[in-house]
């Protein structure tokens, strides 16, 4: 880190880092770095990063070692064990590596992509050789600084990616860089899932989760990982693989490592002989816990492989690697009922949660009163919350079962015990999704409007205590106390009453040395609250990490340390894992390296580093994620103190930052649908692209959108020329050409050839206005491109809906007009608006006023034409609301397809669901659309944003190859009928990365309902 003194900043909103400064297109692909060019000007808007009048205590060193990325010696070792092309040794690579989700921060010295156990093993044999420590990273949302290291950091997400469903779905095999919620998709048709149910699931890993024994609002004790696991295979430091389940897997395990097994044995008499131990550990274990190691271990088990096996969970990799794990999955519980209970007062709510927990509830989430006014503005929450008396508490109930049958019985119960309560509103349960929806966005919308609502330069502190259960009212009473009194007045308290583990949310600015010694003295109480009045957890299921382990003597006792630390000895008498994670020599250690949070762009700066973007990301595995982005970013403030000379460190973020992140980002926006703070990352790469613009190239683009149509002729011209050149001297010398010209000239504005470049498109279908129902402007993808072979996507629609008994009227005039996506997604606002303004004139003109809706065949259009209007002026923007667009997904299933007999069904059709969709509500409706003329419908697990993104996956060809990697290999092993979606440039792309014809699912649409003898 810093090799300056200070360790706090403060930031002036007034002077400003521009927000393109030093930005410059790269003319290459991967890797390519290109001088940092002189700084453009940014444009205002809120596009402005503030500049840090001192240095953080967090940033990294502006020279030495940390500065120049990876030491030449340690990079070489690693690139002996690792291909280099998988060793990450540059500053901004090492840099998007050094934030997980908790509030530290550390520079790793070189980043290794990790695949097969014998590269593992390999390199703890360099760590026990070199003495540079190695810590295992999955996919780094763990809250307490476990997945960190100013070592080597060895990601073990990326090519340890697996599921098999065993025993009809009773039990699961994942290798540990699967994500848990991808494992309970290939449960789902089972109607099973996994025992952990962490709120991260769709992010965290089954590595993660097996090595913090993560946890959620369901699973309790008795459903988490160290519960459910049948068997494991790890890698112990000295580089000894087991396999607990094969055959004298045991005796294995002793000869190859006597001194361990022998040591296991005497800590496990050590613990049976001292019954004050025994009766803490079955007590500490009665609720949850992962603060230290799994001791129950000792207790459970009697073989030193299981005693072994179990400790390995919760121990956060810093004993053993996880390599592939089997687990008992259990039941999903469909059937449920659900109750929103308003108290008024905690011990109220204390109270009634034995009460509801032996009247079967699966989920019961108390919020205090703080979490319900902080959630009370938003949508969709139930109406009364603002009216609440101070004091008031809500318990969140859910009762839920696998047999229809019994859930009235199970109702009717908890009815009866609500009869008995003192409630501030009317209590019920309901069986009404929508009504069952609105309870759960007061508990899901929490993290979102605590997070967004703090102030600038703040970060959130997630805590996760547990009491025992019948104390949690008072707990909860004295943990407020707490806040006021060290004024964290803004902190929320909620969480899974039902197993006495709560959560609290802090937002403290860990830039001011003040403000951290504020933490440090609340943390010391808070331990003494919860370990010496409560007898505890300080840590129920988020891990032990580096933020309390200096803490764990305290809340154990000093015997269960020793034990502790004696385990750690014997598994890996070398150090080598995690150091500094769970037990620690320093009482300070919870205060070092913690990150400080720079205010960055508006777009992005209430990102709290969670993590949750990264699975949808289609550059994750090309470039950066939106985190990387973001913490790229906020490391280049760092970097820009006033008043101090530009630094390397600086030189060499902003010389990668460009491809990195702003070109290879698709500008799909997914990541806003899984970020808890609602954060858009594209828009800030989009901003930056328009910083990037000179007034010459911004002048272009709105030419470009002006002459429109003469454009679109000329596209057509080019790709027809390109194919006949194509065809004349191959597409590999048309391929050559156009890559010289992107060197020469902008690899971000000239298109790559390829040889699937479909062909040019034929003329539109001519149709009459006369009786019209309904208006039909095709893409410009679509009046560009034409079909490989067969029917014309728009001859194809028109044909489908007179085949319905509907009259759809291309206008003629639609050449020029486009849904202003193109110019949007690269920044050019002026052509964006030129163009915005003639189609909304068009589209109001073509359907009357709004009388007749527009059909659009391209789903990323749709999403573009219903949202021009904030680029509108106020007159237009009121005459355009009246048009209703509809996307031919829509327009198929509630307008022709009740029409339309299907003749034909093909027997399996794979569908891919693209971003818009999702953004659009419909991919469901694509399914059923599938499902409608197919036998079987295939929607794989792995299937994300594809990349192409309108023209990028032209321009950048690898993005799309990189996003679609995954879904193409779930494809791979079967052969499909037809392979659909709903998006010209998206179809494009998947043909070329799958060798499939992925088409609209009009067409399938209209094969399937064609009368024999007629032609679309
Ligand atoms: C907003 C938010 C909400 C959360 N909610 C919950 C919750 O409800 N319940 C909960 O329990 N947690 C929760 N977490 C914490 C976290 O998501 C989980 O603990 C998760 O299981 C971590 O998984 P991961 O893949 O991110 O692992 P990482 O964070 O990458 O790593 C976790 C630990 O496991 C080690 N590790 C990773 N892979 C291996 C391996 N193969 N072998 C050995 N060690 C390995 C790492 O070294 C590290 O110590 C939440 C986090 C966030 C950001
Ligand atoms: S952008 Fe959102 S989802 Fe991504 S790390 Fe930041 S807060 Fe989390
Ligand atoms: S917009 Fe898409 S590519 Fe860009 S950061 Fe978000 S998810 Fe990634």
Same mark, same amino acid.
């Given at each position: 880190m810093d090799d300056s003194t200070a360790t706090g900043g403060t930031t002036t909103p007034q002077t400003a880092v521009a927000a393109g400064e030093g930005f410059t297109s790269s003319t290459a692909g991967p890797g390519a770095a290109s001088d940092p060019g002189p700084p453009s000007d940014a444009p205002d808007g809120g596009l402005r990063a503030a500049v840090p009048t001192q240095a953080a205590g967090d940033r990294v060193a502006r020279s030495g070692v940390d500065a120049a990325g990876t030491p030449p010696a340690l990079r070489q070792a690693l690139e002996r064990i690792v291909a280099p092309e998988r060793v990450l040794t540059r500053p901004a690579e090492l840099v998007m590596f050094a934030s997980d989700a908790s509030v530290y921060r550390m520079l790793p010295q070189a980043v290794v992509l990790a695949d097969g156990v014998d590269e593992v093993r390999g390199l703890m044999a360099h760590a026990r050789r070199s003495g540079v420590p190695m810590t295992f990273r999955a996919a780094g949302t763990s809250l307490s600084g476990q997945a960190q290291s100013d070592g080597v950091l060895v990601e073990v997400a990326r090519y340890w990616r697996g599921v098999a469903v065993e025993d009809e779905g009773r039990s699961v095999r994942v290798l540990p860089g699967t994500i848990a919620g991808r494992v309970n998709l290939a449960l789902a048709r089972h109607g099973r899932k996994l025992g952990p149910d962490p709120a991260s699931i769709s992010a965290c890993t089954m590595g993660g989760v097996i090595a913090n024994n993560s946890s959620g609002m369901c699973c309790g004790t008795e459903q988490n990982a160290y519960r459910t696991l049948r068997s494991l295979t790890f890698v112990l430091p000295s580089g000894t693989v087991v396999d607990t389940a094969a055959p004298g897997a045991a005796e294995a395990l002793e000869r190859a490592e006597p001194d361990l097994v022998a040591g296991l044995r005497e800590l496990r008499e050590r613990v049976h002989a001292d019954p004050e131990l025994v009766e803490r550990i079955r007590r500490k274990y009665a609720r949850k816990n992962t603060t230290g190691y799994a001791l129950n271990a000792f207790l459970d088990f009697e073989e030193p492989l299981d005693v072994l096996t179990h400790l390995l969970v919760g121990s956060e990799g810093t004993l053993a690697f996880v390599a592939e794990a089997v687990l008992d999955t259990v039941p999903v519980l469909p059937h449920k009922t659900t109750g929103l209970l308003v108290f008024p007062s905690l011990h109220a709510a204390g109270a009634a949660i034995v009460p509801l927990r032996d009247a079967g509830a699966t989920a019961v989430e108390l919020l205090d009163r703080p979490s319900l006014r902080a959630v009370e503005h938003l949508a969709g929450v139930p109406s009364y919350l603002p009216g609440l008396p101070d004091g008031a508490a809500a318990l969140l109930v859910d009762l839920a079962t696998a047999d229809p049958d019994a859930l009235p019985g199970l109702e009717a119960g908890a009815q009866h015990l609500v009869a008995s309560l003192e409630l501030v509103v009317p209590g019920e349960f309901t069986r009404d999704t929508a009504v069952q929806t609105q309870y759960w966005a007061v508990r899901s919308g929490l993290f979102t409007s605590v997070g967004a609502a703090r102030p600038s330069g703040t970060s959130v502190l997630l805590e996760d205590v547990t009491f025992p259960v019948e104390r949690l009212a008072d707990a909860v009473v004295d943990l407020a106390g707490l806040f006021e009194q060290y004024g964290y007045d803004e902190a929320v308290v909620f969480g899974h009453a039902k197993d006495g583990n709560l959560h609290f949310l802090l937002t403290p600015s860990l830039n001011e040395p003040s403000e951290v010694e504020r933490y440090a003295r609340f943390m010391d109480d808070l331990a003494t609250l919860v370990v010496d009045r409560y007898d505890g957890a300080l840590k129920g299921e988020h891990g032990t990490g580096r933020n309390i382990a200096p803490f764990v003597e305290q809340e154990w006792g000093t015997a269960a340390h020793a034990v502790m630390r004696r385990l750690k000895a014997l598994c890996d008498p070398d150090g080598i894992l995690n150091p500094g994670t769970i037990l620690t020599d320093d009482p300070r250690a919870h205060l070092k390296h913690l990150k400080t949070v720079p205010t960055i762009e508006t777009e992005a700066d209430r990102c709290i580093e969670c993590g949750y973007c990264e699975p949808v990301c289609p550059s994750r595995e090309l470039t950066t994620t939106p985190r990387q982005r973001i913490v790229l970013r906020r490391e280049m403030v760092r970097q820009h103190v006033e008043g101090e000379a530009p630094s390397p460190v600086l030189a060499a973020l902003q010389r990668d930052y460009p491809y990195l992140a702003v070109e290879t980002c698709a500008g799909d926006g997914m990541c806003e649908r899984a970020c808890p703070v609602d954060i858009n990352t594209g828009v800030m790469m989009k901003a930056f692209r328009a910083a990037e613009h000179t007034a010459r190239e911004e002048a272009v683009a709105a030419e470009v959108a002006d002459r429109y149509a003469l454009v679109e002729r000329a596209a057509r011209t080019a790709v027809r020329a390109g194919r006949l050149t194509a065809r004349a001297v191959g597409d590999r010398l048309v391929v050559g050409m156009t890559d010289l010209l992107r060197r020469a000239l902008d690899a971000d504005l000239v298109p790559r050839w390829d040889a699937h470049m479909p062909p040019a498109a034929p003329p539109l279908p001519v149709t009459t206005a $006369?009786? $019209?129902?309904a208006v039909y402007l095709p893409s410009c993808t679509n009046r560009i491109f034409g079909p490989d072979e067969g029917t014309s996507l728009p001859a194809a629609m028109v044909a489908l809906a007179a085949r319905a008994g509907q009259v759809l009227h291309v206008p003629d005039d639609v050449a020029g007009h486009c849904c202003a996506t193109p110019w949007n997604s690269k920044g050019y606002t002026d052509g964006a608006a030129l163009m915005a303004r003639r189609t909304a004139e068009a589209l109001v003109r073509w359907s009357d006023g709004g009388r007749l809706p527009v059909v659009m065949d391209a789903s990323s259009c749709t999403l573009g034409l219903r949202g021009l209007g904030p680029s509108l002026p106020a007159d237009l923007r009121a005459r355009y609301e009246a048009v209703t667009v509809l996307d031919s997904l829509d327009y198929l299933s509630q307008v022709l397809l009740p029409e339309l007999t299907v003749d034909r069904k093909v027997a399996s059709v794979a569908v891919h669901a693209v971003c818009s969709v999702h953004h659009l509500g419909t991919a469901s409706v694509l399914e059923q659309l599938a499902g409608a003329v197919a036998e079987r419908v295939v929607n794989p697990v792995s299937a994300g944003c594809c990349g192409f993104a309108g023209d990028r996956g032209w321009l950048h060809p690898e993005l799309p190859a990189a996003a679609l990697r995954p879904e193409m290999a779930e494809l791979a092993g079967e052969q499909h009928d037809a392979y659909v979606s709903s998006n010209r440039t998206c179809e494009i792309g998947l043909s070329r990365e799958s060798g499939h014809d992925y088409r609209s699912v009009v067409h399938l649409l209209e094969e399937a309902t064609r009368p024999a003898g007629y032609q679309a």
């Amino acid at each position: 880190m810093d090799d300056s003194t200070a360790t706090g900043g403060t930031t002036t909103p007034q002077t400003a880092v521009a927000a393109g400064e030093g930005f410059t297109s790269s003319t290459a692909g991967p890797g390519a770095a290109s001088d940092p060019g002189p700084p453009s000007d940014a444009p205002d808007g809120g596009l402005r990063a503030a500049v840090p009048t001192q240095a953080a205590g967090d940033r990294v060193a502006r020279s030495g070692v940390d500065a120049a990325g990876t030491p030449p010696a340690l990079r070489q070792a690693l690139e002996r064990i690792v291909a280099p092309e998988r060793v990450l040794t540059r500053p901004a690579e090492l840099v998007m590596f050094a934030s997980d989700a908790s509030v530290y921060r550390m520079l790793p010295q070189a980043v290794v992509l990790a695949d097969g156990v014998d590269e593992v093993r390999g390199l703890m044999a360099h760590a026990r050789r070199s003495g540079v420590p190695m810590t295992f990273r999955a996919a780094g949302t763990s809250l307490s600084g476990q997945a960190q290291s100013d070592g080597v950091l060895v990601e073990v997400a990326r090519y340890w990616r697996g599921v098999a469903v065993e025993d009809e779905g009773r039990s699961v095999r994942v290798l540990p860089g699967t994500i848990a919620g991808r494992v309970n998709l290939a449960l789902a048709r089972h109607g099973r899932k996994l025992g952990p149910d962490p709120a991260s699931i769709s992010a965290c890993t089954m590595g993660g989760v097996i090595a913090n024994n993560s946890s959620g609002m369901c699973c309790g004790t008795e459903q988490n990982a160290y519960r459910t696991l049948r068997s494991l295979t790890f890698v112990l430091p000295s580089g000894t693989v087991v396999d607990t389940a094969a055959p004298g897997a045991a005796e294995a395990l002793e000869r190859a490592e006597p001194d361990l097994v022998a040591g296991l044995r005497e800590l496990r008499e050590r613990v049976h002989a001292d019954p004050e131990l025994v009766e803490r550990i079955r007590r500490k274990y009665a609720r949850k816990n992962t603060t230290g190691y799994a001791l129950n271990a000792f207790l459970d088990f009697e073989e030193p492989l299981d005693v072994l096996t179990h400790l390995l969970v919760g121990s956060e990799g810093t004993l053993a690697f996880v390599a592939e794990a089997v687990l008992d999955t259990v039941p999903v519980l469909p059937h449920k009922t659900t109750g929103l209970l308003v108290f008024p007062s905690l011990h109220a709510a204390g109270a009634a949660i034995v009460p509801l927990r032996d009247a079967g509830a699966t989920a019961v989430e108390l919020l205090d009163r703080p979490s319900l006014r902080a959630v009370e503005h938003l949508a969709g929450v139930p109406s009364y919350l603002p009216g609440l008396p101070d004091g008031a508490a809500a318990l969140l109930v859910d009762l839920a079962t696998a047999d229809p049958d019994a859930l009235p019985g199970l109702e009717a119960g908890a009815q009866h015990l609500v009869a008995s309560l003192e409630l501030v509103v009317p209590g019920e349960f309901t069986r009404d999704t929508a009504v069952q929806t609105q309870y759960w966005a007061v508990r899901s919308g929490l993290f979102t409007s605590v997070g967004a609502a703090r102030p600038s330069g703040t970060s959130v502190l997630l805590e996760d205590v547990t009491f025992p259960v019948e104390r949690l009212a008072d707990a909860v009473v004295d943990l407020a106390g707490l806040f006021e009194q060290y004024g964290y007045d803004e902190a929320v308290v909620f969480g899974h009453a039902k197993d006495g583990n709560l959560h609290f949310l802090l937002t403290p600015s860990l830039n001011e040395p003040s403000e951290v010694e504020r933490y440090a003295r609340f943390m010391d109480d808070l331990a003494t609250l919860v370990v010496d009045r409560y007898d505890g957890a300080l840590k129920g299921e988020h891990g032990t990490g580096r933020n309390i382990a200096p803490f764990v003597e305290q809340e154990w006792g000093t015997a269960a340390h020793a034990v502790m630390r004696r385990l750690k000895a014997l598994c890996d008498p070398d150090g080598i894992l995690n150091p500094g994670t769970i037990l620690t020599d320093d009482p300070r250690a919870h205060l070092k390296h913690l990150k400080t949070v720079p205010t960055i762009e508006t777009e992005a700066d209430r990102c709290i580093e969670c993590g949750y973007c990264e699975p949808v990301c289609p550059s994750r595995e090309l470039t950066t994620t939106p985190r990387q982005r973001i913490v790229l970013r906020r490391e280049m403030v760092r970097q820009h103190v006033e008043g101090e000379a530009p630094s390397p460190v600086l030189a060499a973020l902003q010389r990668d930052y460009p491809y990195l992140a702003v070109e290879t980002c698709a500008g799909d926006g997914m990541c806003e649908r899984a970020c808890p703070v609602d954060i858009n990352t594209g828009v800030m790469m989009k901003a930056f692209r328009a910083a990037e613009h000179t007034a010459r190239e911004e002048a272009v683009a709105a030419e470009v959108a002006d002459r429109y149509a003469l454009v679109e002729r000329a596209a057509r011209t080019a790709v027809r020329a390109g194919r006949l050149t194509a065809r004349a001297v191959g597409d590999r010398l048309v391929v050559g050409m156009t890559d010289l010209l992107r060197r020469a000239l902008d690899a971000d504005l000239v298109p790559r050839w390829d040889a699937h470049m479909p062909p040019a498109a034929p003329p539109l279908p001519v149709t009459t206005a $006369a009786g $019209a129902t309904a208006v039909y402007l095709p893409s410009c993808t679509n009046r560009i491109f034409g079909p490989d072979e067969g029917t014309s996507l728009p001859a194809a629609m028109v044909a489908l809906a007179a085949r319905a008994g509907q009259v759809l009227h291309v206008p003629d005039d639609v050449a020029g007009h486009c849904c202003a996506t193109p110019w949007n997604s690269k920044g050019y606002t002026d052509g964006a608006a030129l163009m915005a303004r003639r189609t909304a004139e068009a589209l109001v003109r073509w359907s009357d006023g709004g009388r007749l809706p527009v059909v659009m065949d391209a789903s990323s259009c749709t999403l573009g034409l219903r949202g021009l209007g904030p680029s509108l002026p106020a007159d237009l923007r009121a005459r355009y609301e009246a048009v209703t667009v509809l996307d031919s997904l829509d327009y198929l299933s509630q307008v022709l397809l009740p029409e339309l007999t299907v003749d034909r069904k093909v027997a399996s059709v794979a569908v891919h669901a693209v971003c818009s969709v999702h953004h659009l509500g419909t991919a469901s409706v694509l399914e059923q659309l599938a499902g409608a003329v197919a036998e079987r419908v295939v929607n794989p697990v792995s299937a994300g944003c594809c990349g192409f993104a309108g023209d990028r996956g032209w321009l950048h060809p690898e993005l799309p190859a990189a996003a679609l990697r995954p879904e193409m290999a779930e494809l791979a092993g079967e052969q499909h009928d037809a392979y659909v979606s709903s998006n010209r440039t998206c179809e494009i792309g998947l043909s070329r990365e799958s060798g499939h014809d992925y088409r609209s699912v009009v067409h399938l649409l209209e094969e399937a309902t064609r009368p024999a003898g007629y032609q679309a």
